[in-house]
């Protein structure tokens, strides 16, 4: 859960914060739409997401639930809702056609990539040689790991990959004494971290056919709007309070450190802060917003013993670089003409 609103709440703030800096306006309320007539004109769409639904979590139909359920989708839009004229029909197998010849091709790249190790043997055996480079150190050994999942989720689906690291790398993790479900949950984070990182960014790609974008363009956007999802990871693999094991108190200080240290990343990245204003342009707020996105990775730090380094002195440590860097902002912008 807490994972889940970090992340969520890193995608909000850097939207938020987007709008603010490039001064976008929402639609009036009176221009809104109203909740009734939303409703009456598209309950029907509900049919299609409640097949869905039963599908993947009764089921366990992961890869023929989209097809049965885009069929029903149709087949009620047809009914109930607008229908679908010959010109409209015509129009959409050509989008879809669009968007499947762009997946085809990525995806015959990467099985090249993931066929050349299952014929060299090398996808049995990666996970293990990358376990004795690590040498026994665990931060090594989560940087390799990182890496393998990644790598193998490029190319299988994302329990399949996760199925694998289970038996091969996430046994050499949990001995290496991390808590056995954060070890789990982050082979499946980073498995699933390739759908929007370039230059795979299956999810990106797909949606930038829809929005009209180039691919790699909103493979990067993707990127860095899901930039959080890169931390946290090892953020709840070191500290299992993220994953609500632990105790309340314990839980409830990382959770604070980790929430004020994703609204600083979030604003640092996209450049405008709640409470300060942007960052200003330019090479000297490019540095800025360096620094105060490093003081945000501390403040969620959640401390090492290895390492020497207590939550605390992260904190610490993250506040005096965040309040550096948004003084220095502050100083500069005064400093400017006008």
Known sequence: MIPSLLYYLGLFLQIDAYAARKNLKGLPREELPKLGDVFRQGWHYLFALGLLIYLLLYLKQEALAPYYATAVLLITNQIFGKRLGWADLKHFLYETGQVLAELVAILGAIGLIIGAL??????????????LLAGGNVYALL??????????????????????????????????GLDPMAV??????????????PPVALGAFAAATISGATPMQAGFSAMRLGSIIYFIPFFFVLEPALILNGAPVQIIVVLASALA????????????????????????????????????????????ED???????????????????????????????G
């Open 184 to 197: 789990h949950m982050f082979i499946l984070y980073w498995g699933m971290l390739s759908y929007i990182t």
């Open 261 to 304: 240290g994703v609204l600083l990343i979030a604003s640092s990245t996209q450049g405008y802060l709640i409470g300060y204003g942007t960052f200003g342009e330019g090479a000297w707020s490019t540095l800025v917003r360096t620094v105060v996105f490093i003081g945000g990775v501390l403040f969620a730090f959640p401390g090492s």
């Open 307 to 337: 390492m020497g380094v207590s939550h605390w002195d992260a904190v610490i440590a993250g506040a005096v670089m965040v309040a550096i860097g948004l003084g220095t902002g502050l100083v500069t912008r005064r400093a400017a003409p």
């Open 118 to 131: 299952s014929v060299t043997g090398l996808v049995g055996s990666i996970a293990t040689d990358l376990v």
């Open 143 to 176: 940087l390799m790991g990182a890496a393998t999942s990644f790598i193998l989720g490029m190319g299988m689906t994302v329990t399949a990959a996760y199925v694998f690291l289970a038996i091969v790398l996430a046994p050499s993790l949990v001995n290496s």
